[in-house]
Structures are given as structure tokens and as C-alpha cells.
């Protein structure tokens, strides 16, 4: 090995975004992807071995102070291969790409120490002679002793006859490592799988040839609510194991990982580990290293399991990929889906996008033969989809009915209750009300750190701002004239689920949106209660609209079903289309057949037609039309650069600093929009500027990009830039 090391240090700034040499001290062995400690400056910091040389230009170099971690790599040589594409493509510090892929900051006193046990071991080989029989307590812990050779000090029950016994020098206390723990418990009995409906076989056998074939290869299923995807899903992973191959299973939300993990172990027992965000530190540590050493074969979560350190990646699955939850909100701003393209590259693997709804994106590739598409048009067991009936709200208030539900929902509800089925309502809207309002000076309180009015809880009597979390109690009078008049306005879950509880008393009605799934594994404590019963109406936001299968539940309800379509966002359309079909499905999906019932102001518009019809091609078709008048995206490619500071003049000053360079380097091709406040303009204290650029050239967009960003870094300008790519 040669004694020149390349080491990426974790310094994510530009200036030293780059890779430094280093000397290794007499008698050190390093190996790719191990973490070590450096000498850097006046200072020490910790980066990780990517790569070797025979020698260096640099004629005086550090040596390495010391290998970390026990000289456990903390990446493997294809994740650094991965970090490498990811970085070169969001055009942003490699280390904030490594920075995914380890489940803790690389400062070594931030990561997890080795959990230890304490056990008791005897230290005589036989009951003493001077140990008193009248001391019960310490001779029937002796003697369990002596028996088993030790004991976990937690099943003492009696601490004074230990202390008593460690005082004699009968019994010491000794510590071992406690060995990482699953978060999948070991089942005995594993469901039998069900039989097939041609349409899955046929798309079975295409996939298992393409992984025999052992090349990489990309696949969109698209089938219907309740078609059985995910059997799909479970007969390739199968496959898969029988190839000594590992599999990654991702789902968009958190609240899907539940259901899903159920289904996997029922197939598969222990041998799938878990990974998201809602895990302890030590639970991540240990899934972590399970998953390392090949000790688990499927892994299963959201966004971030991407990045898992997956050494024999066979298949890579993303359900419901046309998810939203799949952009990550923070920097790099990453797609999964990209992400997954890129892995796919570089493991080798079969990469399966599933979904009802696919993105625009992914179908326009299925369409031009850069991926290939299997379709499921039919539900399992023939069961029809779900009759959708659109209701007409501007009706309603014409007929004198203000209630929140409609008159033809609530006659819905009460004959689904009736019969003793399930119903689930959807308001995407968390909070009892959107604001609060003076009716008489028009003033509303709005959140001190953003730039975005405060929703009213009921449940705690507070006013709260959903982007940055801060609280005050609800106002009595106004502070701008003293009108005692304030009035809630709009509606959200919690009252929702106050009307519900109030016209249909003898129902039992849950709530799942973010306010009651923050405790730890809250999700799964409400579906669970929802499977089991004890919940006849299930009220909640997004989260419930997608991935659920309950079999009792044969109505579901959508109030504000045209609410999405005002978002000034080019996928608006899209996301409301995607959202309405994906919740439809949740109907009908055993052996009563199930209704579906939206409430808009919006009828006519496509996007709720379609989704009335279960009609996905004629969607795709007119929202093609609306993107590519537009030029917007997979028409077209487009970058968002979002600037933040806390000071406002700087980030208008850096705004028009940036946009200057860009113009500068874009061709006549490009469209430069910007720049302009973003729509939300300050989050946390942060102003937030953004300028949006459209190219039919994406090679010069990127060269573009590159070229202004280089330019703006070494301006060292105080504004921070976040790239997020639409293309």
C-alpha cells in the first residue's frame, strides 16, 4: 500500500471542499472508508480515506494522528463511489453527502459509545461455610449463582443481600458489551404467499429474468390501488435471497413503515432491519452495524435508508414513488429517486419504482424507453375499484347547509356506521383553524420568527407556527384595537374531528396527523388501534392517504378536495390528481365494496375529473399539455436557488449579486426568473430569496450553475445558497 493517503476532511465549506494528502505513521494500516484523525492547521479534525497515491506534489506532509472507530470502515468503497455522483451532481461539498451516509456526525465524541451489561459472577466455587442460612436472600442469590455462573444485575430483586455478598468477596460485578438488538422481534410462523393473478406473474417473470440477468436496470410498476404491488415487491425480494442478494425497501413516510415491516416479517422473519429518522440514537447505531456486517438481507424505511452501507445490493424498490416526502427540505436537497438512479449505477442492482400515480418524470421515462414499464390494471381478487362521487360545495351553501360535511357524506357516514364498517375523512390541514381574525381591523397574528400566520389547537388552547414549532396562548382581544371579536377562520384534523365526534356521539373517532404521531412510535399505535377496531372513523392529513390497507374500511371521505390546487406550484395539479386517487384507494379493498366521496368548490377541474374516473392516462395526458406550454419539467430542466441570511439586506444584495453572475453565464437558451422573496419569505429567523432558471439544455444549465456558484463562493459572500433541482 502505498503511504501517500487521500483524506476528505469534514469541513463543509467550499474553500476546502477538496481532497488533502497525508503520511501514515510507522506500523498504521488504513484501508478506503475508514475515518481517521488529522492534523489540520493549529487544529485536529476527522475526515475519511478516499483514495491512495503513489506520491504526492506536496513536498512536506502531516502524517495521520490515529484511525478511529477501531479501524471499522465508515463507508463502503460503492458508497464513496455513490457520494462521488451525488456530489458532482447537486454541485455540492462531497461532505455533505458523506454526512448521509453515517448515522452520526464523524467527531468521534459524538458517536455512541459500546452500551455495556452488568453481570454478577460468584467468586467462590462452593456455598461458603461461614455464610448464614438465616441470611435467606443472600444465599439463594449464591446459589443461583453458582448454578448458572452469572446474572444480569437488573434481576436482583434484593440490592442489600448483594451489597452484602460483594462486601464478603463472595460475588464480583464484571461489564460486557451488550450485543445490538433488532428492531424486528423473531416470528415463528411465516405467511405462506397467495397465489398470483396473471398480471402479477407476468410482471414477476420480467423482473426475476432481468435480476438473473444480473445487469442494472430500471422498472416502473404501475398498477392500480390495490393491484398487489407489494406482493410484487415480496416475491422479487424473495428472488432476490435466493441469489444471496440484499434488498432496499423504501416507503415515503414514516407512518407507511409500520404496515409495511408487518408484511416483511410475515415473509421474512428477522432477517429485515429497520431505518428512519423516529429511531433512537443507539437504535440507529445498532441497525447500522447489523446491516454492515450482512447481518440483515432486506432493509427496510424511508428517505434516508438510501444510504444504508448495503454491500451485495441486489433490488431497490421505492413504493408510492411519486411522493413528495422523497425531496429532502434540507441541504443537499436531494431526491430519492435520483438517488436510487445513481445507486443502481453503481451496485448493479434492479432498481423497481411502484406506484398508482407515477411522477411525470418516471412515466415520461417508461414512455421513451429509458425505463420499462409492467402494468397492473386490475385489483386482486377482481374486486372493482371504488365509485368516486364529487359533491359540489357552492351547491351545498346555495341549499343553506354550512357544515363541513356534506349532506351526501354525512348520510355516507351514517350508513357505513351502520353497518359496522370503517370510514376514513382526509383534510389536509392540521390545527382547528388555519388563523385567527379580527373581523373589524382585518389584523391576524402571524409568527415572530416567519412569515406565516399562526394556526389555532384546540387541544392545547395555543396559537402554533408549523415551520419553526413556536407557541403563545390564543389571543382574547385584538392587540391592534381591542376588539374582543376575534373569530377562527378555515378548518383543520382537530376539527374535524370535533364535528365528527359531535354529530355521530356513538362513534369512536382517531385523529393521525403530525400533532398526534410526534411521541415515539405513535404511528404505529394508531393504525394498530384503527386494524383492530377501535377507531370507526380515522380523520388525518396526507399521512393517511396512501400505503394503508384495512379491509373494513369501505367509505372514505375528502373535505377541501381542491385545496392543493391553489399551492403556486407547477405540480400542484399533479400532487392534488396523486393525493385524490391514492386516498380513493384506500375504499374497498376487502371483501364489501367501498365509496368514495370528494368535497370541492373546483369540480371542473381536471385534475379532480380524473381522479373521479381512476383515470391516470388522461391526467398525464392533459397535464402534459398544461407543462409543456410552460417548458417546465420532464419537458424541460429547471434549478430553484434558494438563498437564506438573517440579515434581510444582505440576502437582497446577494440575490442580485448571483443572478448578475448567472446571466452572465447562461446562453439565450435559458430563462432566468428572479430574483424574488419566496413564497413563504422568512422561516426561523432566515430571510429566504429564490431564483428559478429554465433551460431546454441541460448541459449548459449545469456548466452555468457551476460556473456562477464558483464565482459567488469566492466572492465569500454571507448568503447561503441551496440548490434543488426539478430535472
Known amino acids: ?37 488529522v492534523p489540520f492547521g493549529r487544529r485536529s479534525v476527522v475526515g475519511i480515506v478516499v483514495g491512495f497515491c503513489a506520491e504526492s506534489p506536496f513536498p512536506k506532509l502531516k502524517k495521520i494522528s490515529e484511525v478511529l ?30 454526512r448521509q451516509m453515517i448515522p452520526f456526525r464523524l467527531d468521534s465524541s459524538s458517536w455512541p459509545q459500546q452500551q455495556m451489561r452488568k453481570l454478577l459472577v460468584p467468586v467462590v466455587d462452593n456455598m461458603p461455610a461461614d455464610l448464614s442460612p438465616r441470611a435467606v436472600k443472600q444465599c439463594e442469590i449464591l446459589a443461583e449463582l453458582l448454578r448458572l455462573g452469572e446474572l444480569p444485575r437488573e434481576e436482583i ?15 464480583r460485578e464484571i461489564s460486557v458489551p451488550l450485543e445490538p438488538g433488532t428492531i424486528v422481534a423473531q416470528v415463528s410462523n411465516l405467511i405462506c404467499p ?8 407476468a410482471a414477476l417473470d420480467k423482473l426475476a ?3 438473473m440477468a444480473d445487469q442494472p436496470s430500471t422498472w416502473l410498476l404501475h398498477g392500480v390501488t390495490g393491484s398487489g404491488k407489494t406482493e410484487v415487491y415480496l416475491r422479487l425480494i424473495a428472488a432476490a435471497l435466493e441469489q444471496n442478494k440484499q434488498c432496499l425497501m423504501l416507503v415515503p413516510e414514516i407512518s407507511l413503515t409500520p404496515q409495511m415491516v408487518s408484511r416483511f416479517q410475515a415473509r421474512f422473519g428477522s432477517r429485515i432491519a429497520v431505518w428512519h429518522s423516529g429511531l433512537t440514537p443507539r437504535e440507529r447505531l445498532d ?7 450482512g447481518q440483515a438481507q432486506i432493509v427496510i424505511g424511508a428517505r434516508s435508508a438510501i444510504f444504508v452501507p448495503l454491500t451485495r445490493l441486489g433490488v431497490i ?39 398508482a400515480t407515477p411522477s411525470l418524470e418516471t412515466y415520461t421515462a417508461s414512455e421513451t424507453s429509458k425505463c420499462e414499464r409492467l402494468e397492473l390494471t386490475t385489483r386482486v381478487s377482481e374486486r372493482p375499484l371504488p365509485p368516486v362521487r364529487v359533491v359540489d360545495m357552492r351547491e351545498e351553501l346555495r341549499a343553506g347547509h354550512k357544515g363541513l360535511l356534506s349532506r351526501r357524506l354525512e348520510y355516507a357516514l351514517e350508513e357505513c356506521l351502520g353497518r359496522k364498517e370503517q370510514a376514513i375523512i382526509l383534510l389536509n390541514r392540521r390545527g382547528f383553524a388555519s388563523f385567527l381574525l379580527c373581523p373589524d381591523c382585518g389584523f391576524v397574528p402571524f409568527c415572530p420568527r416567519c412569515d406565516i400566520s399562526l394556526t389555532y389547537h384546540l387541544s392545547t388552547g395555543r396559537l402554533h407556527c408549523h415551520y419553526c414549532g413556536y407557541q403563545q396562548p390564543i389571543l382574547r382581544s385584538c392587540p391592534d384595537c381591542g376588539s374582543d371579536r376575534l373569530r377562527t377562520q378555515g378548518v383543520g384534523t382537530e376539527r374535524l374531528e370535533a364535528a365528527l365526534e359531535a354529530r355521530f356521539p356513538d362513534a369512536k373517532v382517531g385523529r393521525m396527523d403530525r400533532d398526534t404521531t410526534s411521541g415515539r412510535n405513535a404511528h404505529a399505535r394508531i393504525l394498530q388501534a384503527f386494524g383492530q377496531g377501535k377507531f370507526d372513523i380515522l380523520v388525518g392529513t ?19 378536495a381542491d385545496s392543493g390546487l391553489y399551492v403556486p406550484d407547477f405540480r400542484s395539479s399533479e400532487r392534488t390528481f396523486q393525493l385524490l386517487t391514492q386516498v380513493a384507494g384506500r375504499a374497498g379493498r376487502g371483501d364489501s365494496p367501498g365509496e368514495v366521496i370528494l368535497q370541492a368548490f373546483n369540480t371542473q377541474h381536471y385534475a379532480i375529473e380524473c381522479a373521479k374516473n381512476h383515470d391516470y392516462l388522461g391526467f398525464y395526458r392533459q397535464e402534459m399539455r398544461m407543462r409543456r406550454q410552460g417548458a417546465y419539467p420532464p419537458l424541460g430542466y429547471m434549478v430553484t436557488l434558494l438563498l437564506t441570511n438573517e440579515d434581510e439586506s444582505d440576502v437582497v444584495q446577494d440575490s442580485a449579486f448571483l443572478a448578475e453572475l448567472l446571466t452572465g453565464c447562461l446562453g439565450t437558451t435559458a430563462q432566468l426568473i428572479g430574483p424574488t422573496p419566496c413564497t413563504v419569505s422568512k422561516i426561523k429567523d432566515s430571510f429566504r430569496w429564490q431564483i428559478i432558471i429554465k433551460s431546454k439544455d441541460r448541459l449548459q444549465l449545469r456548466q452555468a450553475l457551476r460556473q456562477a456558484l464558483e464565482q459567488y463562493n469566492a466572492s465569500r459572500r454571507r448568503t447561503q445558497v441551496i440548490l434543488e433541482l426539478d430535472a
Not at 503511504?3 to 505513521?25: G, I, T
Not at 411522493?323 to 432498481?351: C, F, K, M, W
Not at 396526507?542 to 377541501?560: C, E, H, N, S, Y
Open 1 to 37: 500500500m502505498s503511504k501517500v493517503v487521500e483524506v476528505h476532511v469534514d469541513l463543509a465549506v467550499h474553500e476546502v471542499d477538496r481532497v488533502f494528502h497525508y503520511l501514515l505513521a510507522e506500523g498504521m494500516t488504513v484501508q478506503l472508508g475508514q475515518a481517521v484523525r
Open 69 to 98: 472507530y477501531d479501524g471499522d470502515a465508515v463507508v463502503t468503497a460503492e458508497q464513496l463511489q455513490l457520494a462521488h455522483l451525488l456530489a458532482e451532481y447537486y454541485l455540492c461539498p462531497l461532505s455533505l453527502i458523506l
Open 157 to 171: 430483586s434484593s440490592p442489600s443481600a448483594l451489597k452484602q455478598l460483594m462486601l464478603k468477596g463472595y460475588v
Open 194 to 201: 397467495p397465489q398470483l393473478t396473471i398480471e402479477q406473474a
Open 209 to 211: 429474468r432481468a435480476l
Open 287 to 293: 441497525e447500522w452495524q447489523r446491516i454492515k456486517r
Open 317 to 355: 424498490i421505492l413504493d408510492e414513488e411519486h411522493e413528495q416526502s422523497y425531496q429532502q427540505d434540507e441541504n443537499p436537497r436531494y431526491h430519492t429517486r435520483i438517488v436510487a438512479q445513481l445507486r443502481q449505477r453503481t451496485s448493479g442492482s434492479l432498481l423497481l419504482l411502484g406506484s
Open 542 to 560: 396526507q399521512m393517511i392517504a396512501k400505503g394503508l390497507d384495512f379491509p373494513r374500511v369501505t367509505l372514505v371521505g375528502v373535505v377541501g
